[in-house]
């Protein structure tokens, strides 16, 4: 399986900054994507980071609020804008190599907005 | 309906004793099921992958599907301490690229 560097693994932000997580992986992927685990839950997909082009975002999650970046097939990032305190959460980076197959993940980031 | 449905727990077992994990999922047309664990403020870590119906074993674990009743298990044989963690069961979803839906998790706890 791929090795997934996730930085920062912690930080702590005031509300109203950005932060920008980047997640760098040791080999080509096809599939990126970003989760957001809140405090006590499951985890919740942000979007899909799409190399070239623009991300593909999920539900309740716009572009504004969370920018992704993906350069090439190794390199992406997340932007968390304009933070408040519910944006406080651990935010993971996932890889697969094909469809139907297994994710993995990077260490995860965990995110206090105060 | 929630999509992948998983009894959060606890889950309390003896050490030495046998596990099981449930979860149902509501995609049909999902193909690959995982299982990962999760320690606290740890991300998670795959501990097994099935794809096909019947049980899949891999050292002390075990994992059954059936997709006639969109059922998946996960059976962990002779508990250790170090299992207590939370369990969350991922099958593909049939949309636009696949993506897994995570269910919310199990937690289990192993007792001396």
């Known amino acids: 399986s791929a090795v997934i560097s996730q930085k920062p693994s912690r930080d702590i932000c005031q509300r109203g900054t950005s932060l920008t997580i980047q997640c760098q992986v040791d080999s080509q992927v096809t599939m990126m994507f970003w989760y957001r685990q809140q405090p006590g839950q499951s985890l919740t997909l942000i979007a899909t980071?799409?190399?070239?082009?623009?991300?593909?975002?999920e539900s309740g999650f716009v572009i504004d609020k969370f920018p992704i970046s993906r350069p090439n097939l190794t390199f992406s990032t997340l932007t968390v804008s304009n933070m408040s305190p519910e944006d406080s959460s651990i935010y993971l980076c996932s890889t697969q190599a094909r469809v139907d197959t297994e994710a993995f993940f990077g260490q995860g980031t965990r995110l206090t907005v105060v | 309906q929630k999509e992948v449905e998983q009894n959060s727990g606890p889950l309390s077992v003896p050490e030495g004793a046998i596990a099981s994990l449930n979860c149902t999922y509501s995609?049909?047309?999902?193909?690959?099921f995982f299982w990962y664990r999760q320690y606290s403020g740890k991300s998670p870590e795959l501990i097994m992958s099935i794809y096909s119906n019947g049980d899949k074993e891999d050292g002390r674990f075990t994992a059954q599907l059936n997709k006639a009743s969109q059922y998946v298990s996960l059976l962990i044989r002779d508990s250790q301490p170090s299992d207590s963690a939370t369990y969350l069961c991922a099958p593909s979803g049939t949309g636009g690229g696949n993506k897994l839906t995570f269910g919310t998790g199990t937690q289990l706890k192993v007792e001396l």
């Open positions: 995609d049909r047309g999902s193909q690959s």
């Open positions: 980071a799409n190399q070239g082009s623009e991300a593909t975002y």
